[in-house]
């Protein structure tokens, strides 16, 4: 299937748009949240939390004994909520620092969450079949209501930053000032963190326990190389996310036997990856171009500068024997000489090359600087 037909039948199949408009909206809500988790340098957070999630699910399953898709999200909304507080306690309380906490608590939950898994595949129940989709996702089986409470969290999501947009900014860049400002930072914190763990155990089912913290993380990682506005930043990593939602599980429609988690989550890292190396600010591509540029900014420089002490005893800065000593000297590289004539800091009269008086000018200036620098 072409992707040309993919999107026609968006709009006329129920179970491809289902699963698009689904993947969209999760990876708009992570990416709006994930850019308060990179900003806060919680990167481990989102990884921690879906892990966290694990042993929520199958303990749901235990005590209910169905597979409701709502039961089973409502054990892993629960069982991520005690891990981030856990993770918070461990680095209140004692002398750990959060990345420790984050490792240990992901570790903890995700041992138990297996060893649950485990216990209920031998149990005598038909029902346990299928519970394995959490670790991978299974996008196919999203329904109507789930995207419908999706769009839900969005929206609340969206009014929250809208309503707490000077508190959450604050905060992320200045905690000691959000304190002397009267600010609850601990209750405001606490409820950005409960957003990003509902956010996670919403894509559970599409993305699965083990690659959704990419979902939280790589949206936003990408929308930080091409902006230092942090509003700016979380709508960009919004429209990355659901970018990468869309076009992932297109590709995983359009190809046979593509798992649509790991294809989204693969388009979100080639968005990264494309931001990393080609953001005008920070993208290493136009690093190398500055550094280049640089250097020979330098380069011409020093050259003025060595003419600049040839010439300045000189009177005449035309003067022959300047012009000889000039023309032996023949600059640091060719290349740098013609940049000179260019500006018009250097002309050419057949072999022969002399200083301008604007070259002159420009060279004493710049020898005035570095004395009073120096």
Not at 200 to 210: A, P, Y
Not at 216 to 234: D, E, F
Request: aromatic fraction near 10%; charged fraction near 15%; include cysteine.
């Amino acid at each position: 299937m072409e992707i040309i037909e993919y999107i026609k039948l968006v709009f006329s199949d129920y179970t491809l748009r289902t699963i698009t408009f689904g993947t969209a909206i999760l990876g708009a809500v992570t990416g709006m949240l994930g850019s308060f988790a990179v900003l806060r340098k919680q990167s481990l957070l989102g990884d921690a939390i879906s892990h966290a999630a694990l042993p929520g699910i199958a303990l749901a399953f235990l005590i209910t004994g169905t597979k409701d898709s709502n039961v089973l999200l409502i054990g892993a909304l629960i069982s991520g909520l005690i891990g981030t507080f856990w993770i918070r306690g461990i680095t209140s309380k004692t002398h750990l620092k959060s990345d420790t906490a984050l490792g240990l608590i992901l570790s903890v939950f995700f041992g138990f969450g297996i060893l649950l898994l485990t216990f209920i595949q031998k149990l005598p129940n038909a029902d346990q079949a299928g519970l394995d989709k959490y670790l991978f996702g299974q996008a196919a089986t999203l329904m109507e209501s789930d995207v419908w409470l999706m769009t839900l969290v969005t929206g609340l999501c969206l009014i929250v930053l809208l309503l707490f947009w000077k508190e959450f900014k604050i905060l992320l860049f200045d905690k000691d000032y959000a304190l002397t400002l009267g600010f609850n930072t601990k209750l405001i914190d606490i409820l950005i963190t409960s957003f990003i763990v509902l956010a996670i155990v919403l894509g559970l089912q599409t993305v699965g326990v083990v690659l959704m913290s990419a979902m939280l993380l790589a949206p936003a990682a990408a929308a930080r190389q091409w902006t230092n506005s942090l509003g700016m930043m979380v709508f960009l990593a919004a429209i990355l996310g659901a970018s990468a939602g869309f076009f992932g599980t297109a590709i995983s429609a359009t190809q046979s036997n593509l798992s649509t988690g790991p294809v989204i989550v693969l388009v979100a890292s080639v968005f990264v990856l494309f931001s990393f190396v080609l953001s005008p600010k920070r993208g290493l591509l136009f690093k190398q171009i500055r550094l280049i540029k640089n250097r020979n900014d330098l380069e011409l420089q020093k050259t003025l500068a060595f003419m600049y002490h040839i010439v300045e005893d000189h009177e005449d800065i035309s003067h022959p024997h300047a012009i000889r000593i000039l023309n032996n000297f023949q600059g640091y590289s060719r290349k740098g000489l013609k940049k000179l004539v260019d500006k018009h800091y250097v002309e050419l009269d057949g072999e022969m090359w002399s200083l301008t008086p604007k070259g002159f000018e420009v060279a004493s200036n710049l020898y005035n600087q570095n004395q009073k620098n120096d």
